[in-house]
């Protein structure tokens, strides 16, 4: 099965940058839609960002457009979030999401079938 690995996580102050990345443990790998999704302490799962790895067309929780970016490189099988002008809302997990397995939409966690192991951000104002 094809694992997915987060890094790039760690602790900033609010309104400085991080960069996720998300890599593919197969070569080959092909995922039609991928996806990063945050969670908090008392919060329920979140859809950040997603991209067609086909079209690269992108989508973004309003909470965080402006500010993060994802983008991929096909080479490397990655997928990255640029994270700028973080806020201390945005402190959570970050989880890499991958393979839709049914129809819905892109921030909807349950149409994924494969989850990296999360990354931690942490941004106190």
């Known amino acids: 099965q094809v694992q997915l690995v987060e890094s790039g996580g760690g602790s900033v102050q609010a309104g400085g940058s991080l960069r996720l990345s998300c890599t593919a443990s197969?070569?080959?790998?092909?995922?039609?839609?991928m996806a990063w999704f945050r969670q908090s302490p008392g919060k329920g799962r979140e859809g950040v960002a997603a991209?067609?790895?086909?079209?690269?067309?992108?989508f973004y929780a309003d909470s965080v457009k402006g500010r993060f970016t994802i983008s991929q490189d096909g080479a490397k099988n990655t997928v990255y979030l640029q994270m700028n002008s973080l806020k201390p809302d945005d402190t959570a997990m970050y989880y890499c999401?991958?393979?839709?397995?049914?129809?819905?939409?892109?921030?909807?966690?349950?149409?994924?079938?494969?989850w990296g192991q999360g990354t931690q951000v942490t941004a106190p104002s």
């Open positions: 999401a991958a393979e839709v397995v049914r129809s819905g939409p892109w921030f909807d966690g349950i149409i994924y079938n494969t």
């Open positions: 197969e070569s080959t790998y092909s995922s039609a839609l």
């Open positions: 991209i067609n790895t086909k079209t690269r067309i992108t």
